[in-house]
């Protein structure tokens, strides 16, 4: 079935520094894909998804390109900020796609 | 319009006790689902509703764990007997159509359950 792998946390970046949260995934034909971030304290919240291979999310800086050939959705930023440190989970939906699979989450830590 | 809610924020409870928690889904949204978040760990799946059928319950760690859904909105998860093991975040989440299609999950804020 359709799965999904993250990098491992968490990540140390100074302020201005850039992101790149690496995602690859496994998928009978071609889902939808999604980049989820859990701010301290707070539920998950939908920070991009892209629907189609090609296509870019984007959204608050954040990027991540749906690659089929290399089977990945990568999350970008150039300029991190401290208010951006959160756990980020990359997702997609199962095989019968009904549900939503998360990845394991990367914390990121942005320091001032 | 109200987001997902989640009730207690918090509940503190002793071994062997049974909890209830509870969530409000966005009006309208058809999908429901429960997970666990363990501290400083990734969400783990446990129950998904379309309506008021749960067509998928292969997440629920052990039949202590059970939850049903009423009138297509409010769903209880219950868990029996509780262990220390079931401390954990409980998130809710809720979606306009099956979250499979493309459509975006909206979580609550979580339920903190710590078993003593």
């Known amino acids: 079935g359709n799965s999904v792998t993250q990098m491992e946390g968490p990540v140390t970046l100074s302020e201005e520094a850039f992101l790149t949260i690496n995602c690859t995934y496994t998928a009978t034909g071609y889902p939808s894909l999604f980049w989820y971030v859990q701010y301290p304290g707070e539920g998950l919240q939908l920070l991009l998804k892209?629907?189609?291979?090609?296509d870019k999310g984007s959204n608050k800086g954040f990027e991540a390109t749906y690659r089929k050939e290399t089977t990945s959705f990568h999350l970008e930023k150039g300029s991190v900020q401290v208010s951006d440190s959160a756990v980020y989970f990359c997702?997609?939906?199962?095989?019968?796609?009904?549900?939503?699979?998360f990845g394991a989450g990367t914390r990121l830590f942005v320091k001032a | 319009g109200a987001g997902v809610s989640q009730s207690p924020s918090n509940k503190v409870t002793e071994k062997g006790k049974d909890v209830e928690l509870r969530c409000d889904p966005i009006?309208?949204?058809?999908?429901l689902y429960w997970y666990r978040q363990s501290l400083g760990q990734g969400l783990e799946f446990l129950i998904y509703?379309?309506?008021?059928?749960?067509?998928?319950k292969s997440g629920l760690p052990s039949d202590r764990f059970s939850a049903e859904r009423t009138g297509g909105s409010v769903s209880t998860l219950t868990i029996q007997r509780t262990q220390q093991e079931d401390s954990a975040v409980y998130l809710c989440?809720?979606?306009?159509?099956?979250?499979?299609?493309?459509?975006?999950?909206?979580f609550g804020p979580g339920t903190r359950l710590t078993v003593l």
């Open positions: 997702a997609l939906p199962n095989t019968g796609g009904f549900k939503t699979i």
């Open positions: 989440a809720s979606s306009l159509e099956p979250s499979g299609s493309g459509n975006e999950q909206f």
């Open positions: 009006s309208g949204h058809t999908a």
């Open positions: 892209a629907t189609k291979a090609d």
């Open positions: 509703f379309q309506g008021n059928s749960a067509p998928d």
